[in-house]
């Protein structure tokens, strides 16, 4: 969260406001590649074994400080607020979004984890969960947009499963992820043959393409490609009976994967 109110910060810094700005969120990220250390730290400490809490502070701290001693990225409370307030693109408005309930998700599991097993595997898959709808959602180009997208996948199997020793865990675990997956095939047939259609691989421009691609003979293709891949993956119907299943992870992973579906 931490990471997306500097992002703000800087975007409002520099006048980047509105939909007319020229690079997506990853690329800020690729620029400016510190404001990624509390993510690297938090990952480092909890496999170390520290809590997630203790870790967390120590993350976003690390990235306050970093910032704090470079004079162009140097962060003062009225600039914290007004980036947060005004924003930039949709996407980091949604990744706030994401850092908002990931907080909760995380406050609500230092309780129900408080005397559960093999709480280091479980925080770890919760921050890989958080981390891939991150990268999702700030993603400027179709490449890094699906590797995050296939990453939930993956992160989401682990953690319906987290409970392995049971039986109706498995079940549903892989039930998830064979009909994601098998949306996301056809989903990265819809993201294939879109540059061919736009020429591109980055999504600012093919926003701008709007038009031209509606006109394209592929549209309805694209369309009901890349739809399959982004209904199986938010649970729509007939391919909803997934999410279900996936109560049987606990609860802070359910109602993650609910509010994610959403």
Known sequence: FSVYVMVHYEAK???IVGEKYPHS??????????????????????????????????GTVTCIVISWFRKDTRIDLKGFVEASRAGTENSLKIGATVGVIGIIIGVYSLVYMRHGAETRRYWVHLALFTLSMLGTVVAGDLITFYIFWELTTVTSFLLIGFNREKAESRFAAWQALLITAAGSLAMVAGLTLLPVVTGTYEMLPMVAMGNAVREHDLYLVLLGLILAGAFTKSCQFPVH???PGAMVAPSPISAFLHSATM
């Open 13 to 15: 810094k520099h006048n």
């Open 25 to 58: 969120a990853m690329h800020i990220f690729k620029t400016e590649w510190f404001y990624t250390l509390p993510l690297i730290v938090i990952t480092i400490l909890m496999l170390m074994g520290y809590s997630p809490a203790y870790s967390a502070i120590l």
């Open 241 to 243: 009976f997934w999410l």
